[in-house]
């Protein structure tokens, strides 16, 4: 084979090798292929919590509404009562805990160890409530197993459910706290390692008022992570 014929081929080979490359980078472009092929998207495990009416009750003999504040007989409220919004009220703290395992509740994530780079893509409400008072905001967070007090420094608050109106029945977006994907990475890094889903809020049952029925509250939503073997 003579010089001519192999700097043809050479050069024929050259150029089918940047066809090929540009080909793939408009692939790559386009979304036809992906440029992150560990990265995928899941449901997350849907945590519910029922907040119940049985634990608000008032104090004994409280039966009717008691003014406070200025301008009434009662400038405080004796304990353990607080003045919220002119009435003596119960302030009633409200916690319930529930284990995330991602390793076993999300079939996606068999046979990894690890997630990174988390983006919480959907975040999500549902809620029935029958109770006859509403439910101040319910804060989200995530704390290590065996965590069970939000207030507990390892427990990292990472969104925010609004208020709940006396018998609504409402689902929308939960309000996620500034670094919420960080948070989820956080705790849910390492598969094998359960942590804890911690729902939290204070009723307020205002004198006068016999608290009943009851909330029922379930997060969903949609993770995408990068995932190691």
């Known amino acids: 084979m003579n010089d001519k014929m192999i700097a043809m081929r050479s050069l024929s080979f050259g150029l089918q090798w940047r066809l090929g490359g540009l080909a793939l980078l408009g692939a790559l472009g386009c979304g ?8 995928v998207t899941f449901d997350l495990p849907a945590k519910h919590y029922v907040f119940t009416s049985q634990g608000w009750m008032l104090p004994a003999g409280v039966n009717q509404a008691v003014p406070c504040g200025q301008g009434t007989p009662l400038a405080t409220c004796p304990a353990p009562l607080m003045c919220d919004a002119g009435v003596c009220s119960a302030h009633v703290p409200v916690t319930i805990v529930q284990k995330m395992d ?3 509740d999300v079939p996606a994530l068999a046979g990894h160890q690890s997630i990174a780079d988390v983006t919480l893509e959907q975040l999500r409400y549902d809620v029935v409530s029958t109770a006859n008072v509403p439910i ?10 065996g965590i069970m007090d ?7 608050k990472f969104g925010t459910v609004p208020m709940i109106a006396a018998g609504a029945t409402v689902s929308d977006d939960v309000q996620k706290a500034p670094g919420a994907d960080a948070t989820f990475t956080k ?11 911690i729902a939290t809020t204070t009723v ?3 004198t006068g008022t016999t608290p009943s029925g009851m909330v029922d509250v379930t997060i969903n939503g949609k993770l995408a992570a990068k995932l190691s073997l």
């Open 32 to 39: 036809l292929i992906s440029s992150d092929i560990t990265k």
């Open 102 to 104: 991602l390793k076993n």
């Open 136 to 145: 101040p905001p319910i804060d989200l967070y995530l704390a290590p197993q």
């Open 150 to 156: 939000p207030s507990d420094p390892s427990a990292t």
């Open 187 to 197: 705790y849910g890094h390492d598969l094998a390692t359960p942590f804890n889903f």
């Open 204 to 206: 307020i049952v205002p």
